[in-house]
């Protein structure tokens, strides 16, 4: 029987398109190659390859997602490897035990499109799941030297709304406030931009006040929508 890593690889190959591999290669600007494979078919196939995937423990899902990340040769399979992060039965596994796999794939992966997914939707389920261990972690990742684990630190409560810890938010922000990576700067303008939604009078104090510390980009993107 054919391992999950062949079957996705499989799958994928057999829904792409070749032709537009190479322009979404230099889109992404990716040292890894596509297959051709857009959104919509590749989570199709990822639904259907995975649908009767049941995990006893933690330690079998977390096998298989890095088994089908580490093996990757296009970049549609990394992609697979997120969307497996996802499905609903590894949903009780979202807890702190599954960081070191999260930040293998952020650090590995050293690109927006693999670390927006992951901050955005599995960091913050876990925040959700264990929030004063993991709040504790994210902070030491908001001053790490990988500019990838300070942006998913950042990105982290993208998706909070009003349950949103805004001295949380902003502790995440306060070493970023000074860096020149437009990757940082981008995401603080994210972050801010999201909570406006919420609570804009709160977002526009907070960009005056921190007026001379902001990037134009950051302000630019935190007052969007304002």
Request: overall charge neutral; aromatic content about 10%; proline content about 3%.
């Amino acid at each position: 029987m054919s391992s999950l890593a062949d079957q996705i690889h499989g799958r994928l190959a057999a829904v792409a398109d070749p032709a537009r591999a190479p322009g979404m290669q230099a889109y992404m600007k990716s040292a890894m190659p596509y297959l051709g494979v857009s959104t919509v078919p590749l989570r199709k196939v990822c639904s259907e390859v995975f649908a009767e995937l049941r995990y006893a423990d933690t330690g079998a899902w977390q096998h298989d997602v890095l088994a089908i990340w580490r093996g990757a040769r296009f970049r549609e399979e990394r992609y697979a490897a997120i969307e497996l992060t996802g499905v609903r039965a590894a949903k009780q596994f979202q807890r702190l035990d599954a960081l070191d796999m999260y930040e293998e794939m952020i650090v590995a992966g050293a690109w927006w499109d693999y670390i927006d997914a992951i901050a955005t939707q599995r960091l913050w389920e876990i925040l959700r799941n264990d929030p004063a261990d993991m709040k504790q972690r994210m902070l030491a990742w908001s001053v790490d030297d990988n500019l990838w684990k300070r942006r998913s630190a950042i990105l982290c409560q993208i998706k909070a709304k009003a349950a949103t810890d805004l001295d949380f938010l902003y502790a995440c922000i306060e070493p970023s406030l000074g860096s020149k990576e437009f990757f940082l700067r981008k995401a603080i303008g994210w972050a801010l931009r999201q909570y406006a939604w919420t609570d804009p009078a709160e977002v526009s104090r907070y960009v005056a006040a921190n007026a001379e510390r902001l990037s134009a980009l950051s302000t630019r993107e935190a007052l969007k929508n304002l």
